[in-house]
């Protein structure tokens, strides 16, 4: 054979070889794929639960239980020991220095020597960085008497002077500790349920006199400026010209006086309660500053009045004590925060504005003045919503709202007093009054609904006795008070007790006089 086709058939033959051997690959490639899944799969639980592995992975976190608890055992026995006495190398008995502390009480490692919580974090920054650092870089303004030198200080005074010591902060009060609630002052406290009540009776009042609320005392000036009856305790203040405020304890007999402050060259103009009735704010027609008395403390402090305001005649709370309003010379609205003391807002009459008070929601505010126009004003938008004219007046002297939003009476300087429904004035430009009071003719200086808005009071500090009460459900006066022997010469400032059980009433004399409402609760 010649060697090309030997070589041809040398080839043919791997050929042939390589070509069994692939189709012994493809078929036993084919038979593992018919034995592997020709039978139907079976799919394995990813969430079976493995005790073993389980407990593995606790000894990894946690660690052997076992140990834990030889490991309480030990300390049980360490705590033993270091609680006995100790034996030194000599022989020597030594005691442990822990039996010298005070056995009745723990010791706590967040507590220093002076009783006080030591701070979690300082910063060393703190105590170079003065007062008057801090107001320089702030461009304002603090008063000069004021006692901290540090900045870190007056925030810390400030912050506890608004909010006072969160719960967190405060120690566990031992058994012979009282409550700062029980304090002097208030500790009369007199929280009754409202009784119920009928109907009050028109043209005659069953109202009786009893002793002045300042009888013991007679220094807060010859013009009482302010009489007010503590919203939630049988207590009173009263205040006036001398610069002195003073708080009674309200029963009708002994009216005795619990506390008074002096204000050295301070006239008072107006001094009413905030919130809860914990603060007094006390303001003068003669300074451009106000105080605050905290009634918990006993401590005063100054606030200063915004830029540009010069003084503070009077003032209005809202009924949700957050806001206070007050109007200023060129018909500006002043709005202030009662906890902080800060401007929020400022609202822009046309005229002066004379007098301000809230709808019972604390939502909307009207304001009036020099000019037959009343402004209805959003609280929350700071912007005049709608205006009503005010039915034959020219000038304003005093407004006042019910607590039930149902009235708005508008005292003129003209002696007219005239009786709205609340929301045709917030509706329609020109209301009609309900009733128009023609029985005082001087300038209505002072109204005020009892807290059942079926009573307004009505006063005039310009001519003598010259006060009236009216019964809103009928729109009639009480012909029974004042009689010709009552002598209240000229009334100044009014209020009712919470329930309506006592009318106060100061006058420029000196005088806060206390009436017993005998139709309502005993306050």
Not at 281 to 303: A, D, E, W
Not at 407 to 412: N, P, Q
Request: hydrophobic share 30%; proline share 4%.
């Amino acid at each position: 054979m010649s060697k090309s086709s030997v070589r041809k058939r040398d080839m043919n033959s791997k050929e042939f070889t390589a070509h069994k051997k692939r189709s012994k690959k493809r078929a036993s490639t084919k038979t593992l794929y018919n034995q592997k899944f020709t039978a139907p799969l079976k799919k394995k639980r990813k969430n079976q639960y493995d005790p073993k592995e389980e407990s593995r992975l606790e000894r990894i976190v946690f660690g052997d239980p076992s140990d834990i608890i030889n490991n309480l055992l030990n300390d049980e026995i360490d705590t033993e020991s270091n609680e006995s006495k100790s034996i030194n190398v000599n022989g020597s008995v030594l005691v442990d220095n822990d039996q010298n502390e005070d056995s009745d009480g723990q010791r706590d490692d967040n507590v220093d020597v002076d009783g006080q919580r030591k701070q979690a974090w300082t910063d060393e920054d703190d105590e170079q960085y003065s007062v008057q650092a801090a107001t320089k870089a702030q461009n304002r303004e603090l008063p000069a008497d004021i006692p901290e030198k540090l900045y870190k200080d007056f925030l810390h005074s400030k912050y506890k002077q608004l909010v006072g010591t969160p719960k967190w902060a405060e120690f566990k009060k031992s058994e012979g500790d009282t409550d700062e609630l029980d304090h002097d002052i208030l500790k009369h406290s007199c929280h009754l349920e409202k009784p119920k009540l009928k109907n009050l009776p028109k043209s005659i009042i069953d109202i009786k006199a009893l002793n002045l609320i300042n009888k013991q005392t007679h220094i807060e000036g010859p013009i009482i400026s302010s009489v007010e009856f503590h919203p939630s305790s049988t207590v009173a203040l009263v205040a006036g010209s001398s610069g002195i405020l003073s708080l009674f304890q309200i029963d009708g007999i002994e009216n005795n006086k619990l506390h008074s402050t002096q204000y050295k060259k301070f006239p008072i103009s107006v001094a009413k309660f905030l919130g809860d009735g914990t603060e007094v704010l006390i303001g003068s027609q003669y300074y451009p500053y106000c105080h605050s008395y905290n009634l918990i403390s006993g401590k005063t402090h100054k606030v200063l009045l915004p830029h540009g305001v010069t003084n503070i005649q009077d003032y209005e709370v809202s009924p949700d004590g957050k806001l206070i309003a007050f109007g200023g010379r060129s018909g500006e609205i002043y709005l202030l925060s009662s906890s902080s003391k800060e401007l929020i807002g400022i609202l822009k009459m046309n005229e002066r504005c004379r007098a301000i008070c809230f709808t019972p929601d604390s939502k909307t505010l009207v304001s009036h003045g020099d000019s037959t126009e009343m402004y209805i004003w959003d609280v929350n938008s700071r912007s005049c919503i709608h205006r009503a004219i005010d039915d034959g007046c020219l000038s304003c002297a005093s407004i006042a709202m019910s607590p039930s939003g149902q009235f708005l009476a508008t005292g003129s300087k003209e002696g007219v007093v005239n009786l709205y429904e609340t929301m045709t004035v917030l509706q329609n430009q020109n209301p009609a009054p309900l009733k128009v009071f023609l029985n005082l003719v001087t300038s209505v200086t002072n109204l005020k609904f009892n807290s059942y808005s079926e009573i307004l009071a009505m006063a005039s500090n310009k001519k003598h006795n010259a006060f009236k009460l009216a019964h809103l459900p009928s729109f009639t006066v009480f012909s029974n008070f004042p009689t010709f022997e009552t002598n209240m010469s000229m009334p100044e400032a009014i209020s009712f007790s919470p329930g309506s059980g006592y009318l106060g009433i100061s006058n420029r004399s000196g005088s806060a006089f206390l009436y017993r409402l005998k139709h309502y609760g005993n306050y």
